[in-house]
């Protein structure tokens, strides 16, 4: 039976050995195979399926990769694989975001989505929630700009007094105005009392979804369609 010795991530044992009792082929580039294999942890008896890459040409095969159960030795000790990582709920799959979010706004809506994904209700809603709040605050204006309405300070801190006005002064458009009714006035939208369902989660992300795009990834497109009918009239 093969072997491979890691930290467990169930236990937290460092350094333990695992019996690889199955395996599946994920990926093959050239001779670097990756495979994810179930191995049960010695200390604790608990399973956990690490994804294994092959570092030896000479131990690179479809056929062994695919039943390292059979292999005997170790194959960490031996360098015959590396250890990439372990399947958890990371890899679950996941909403992609819209294109060309700002960083931070697409690393909220990343960690909304991984929470969707396995069911953590509340914690999407909120970093949906987020999304919203930190894309509609840079619609606002300066507070020095004395040529502008200005939302008074109520409006600046809450996302739910926020978005009124900024379909008040056409800074959303309206088309997404009924879809805004998922964001409630100071937070009241389940998030603060953890009751949010799938179905509110859903609306909060649609809303999200839509609106990140109308600001953010429309307009990069528009933008590069622009530049490609200039570039074809410049060629012609």
Not at 127 to 136: I, K, P, S, W
Not at 147 to 156: D, S
Not at 184 to 195: I, L, M, P, R, S
Request: proline share 4%.
């Amino acid at each position: 039976m093969a072997e491979i010795v890691t930290d467990c991530p169930r236990c937290g044992t460092n350094h333990t050995t695992f019996d690889v009792l199955g395996s599946k082929v994920i990926h093959q580039s050239g001779w670097v195979i990756v495979s994810e294999a179930f191995s049960v942890c010695r200390q604790c008896n608990k399973g956990t399926i690490f994804r294994l890459r092959t570092i030896d040409s000479k131990f690179s095969s479809i056929e062994r990769m695919s039943n390292l159960a059979s292999v005997g030795g170790s194959l960490t000790g031996n360098n015959w694989v590396t250890i990439e990582g372990h399947v958890s709920v990371k890899d679950a799959e996941a909403i992609q975001p819209p294109e060309h979010l700002p960083a931070n706004i697409e690393a909220v809506f990343n960690e909304g989505a991984l929470c969707f994904a396995v069911g953590c209700n509340n914690a999407a809603g909120t970093m949906f929630r987020l999304c919203v709040d930190l894309a509609t605050k840079a619609l606002l204006p300066d507070p020095a700009d004395e040529k502008r309405a200005q939302p008074n300070g109520k409006q600046r801190r809450d996302l739910g007094l926020r978005l009124p006005w900024l379909f008040e002064q056409n800074l959303l458009q309206e088309a997404l105005h009924d879809l805004s009714s998922c964001i409630k006035e100071d937070g009241n939208d389940g998030a603060h009392a953890g009751t949010l369902t799938k179905v509110d989660v859903e609306d909060i992300l649609d809303f999200t979804t839509v609106l990140l795009e109308r600001l953010y990834t429309e307009p990069v497109q528009i933008q590069k369609a622009k530049d490609r009918r200039a570039e074809r009239r410049s060629q012609a």
